[in-house]
């Protein structure tokens, strides 16, 4: 009797968790970890998703601004260019119809390119500027030239990147279609209706593949009317 007592004494202490109960343990805490981690997973893609899609708006808001600000100038002709001054050269640009033989405002109005003459940016003394916007499919950018009156310049600046899509719609007056994207098929406006363009339309379309998804493109429209009236010469 006494032995026995000696013994349930002895061995009351060394009663533990089973291999099967340790097994179940451990099976719960990876559902818990797996759990936690997949919720971890999806909120990081999501922020990261929304911080690229915004990024993305940003950059086509950018590219758009500038294009309509100084679209919207031309004709603007301080230096009297398109009334009897020399054209101001274009080398390196990427509109593909050749300028016409009496400079015009707008000197090339392309599906996805336009040129037109301007002082874009104010400086002192003021001068006419010839501006060039342009899309470069291959490598999905926006591009911006410009050249002044001495022909420096023309060098190519990215204004915006992931640009899928650059078009631009030409009108008249009168609302009539003169040519780009609204024409049936789309076309450059002919030489001898340049001076006619009262309204243009452009719009961007910018995508990039997104963490978690596919593309998500996000797309703007302007319109634009150039504050200088006859904008033929």
Request: with cysteine; net charge negative; charged share 20%.
């Amino acid at each position: 009797m006494i032995e026995r007592r000696n013994h349930d004494i002895n061995g009351q202490g060394e009663a533990g968790f089973s291999l099967v109960e340790t097994l179940m343990a451990m099976v719960i805490s990876s559902i818990v970890l797996l759990g936690l981690y997949l919720i971890f997973d999806v909120n990081q893609a999501t922020f990261i998703r929304g911080e690229q899609q915004t990024d993305l708006q940003q950059n086509a808001r950018i590219g758009m601004d500038r294009l309509v600000r100084e679209l919207r100038l031309a004709g603007n002709d301080p230096s009297g260019t398109l009334t009897g001054g020399p054209a101001i050269p274009g080398g390196q640009a990427r509109c593909s119809n050749p300028p016409p033989a009496t400079l015009q405002a707008i000197e090339n109005a392309e599906v996805t390119c336009v040129r037109f003459y301007a002082d874009v940016d104010g400086d002192v003394p003021l001068a006419t500027e010839r501006v060039e916007y342009s899309h470069d499919a291959a490598a999905q950018v926006l591009r911006r030239r410009r050249w002044t009156n001495a022909g420096t310049g023309g060098g190519a600046q990215p204004l915006a990147e992931r640009v899928t899509t650059l078009t631009f719609a030409y009108y008249d007056g009168a609302g009539a279609c003169l040519g780009g994207e609204c024409a049936t098929p789309p076309d450059p406006v002919p030489a001898g209706s340049l001076g006619n363009i009262q309204r243009i339309s452009v719009t961007i379309t910018t995508a990039d593949t997104q963490t978690g998804g596919g593309a998500l493109p996000f797309t703007l429209t302007g319109e634009i009317r150039p504050r200088n009236l006859g904008l033929s010469p």
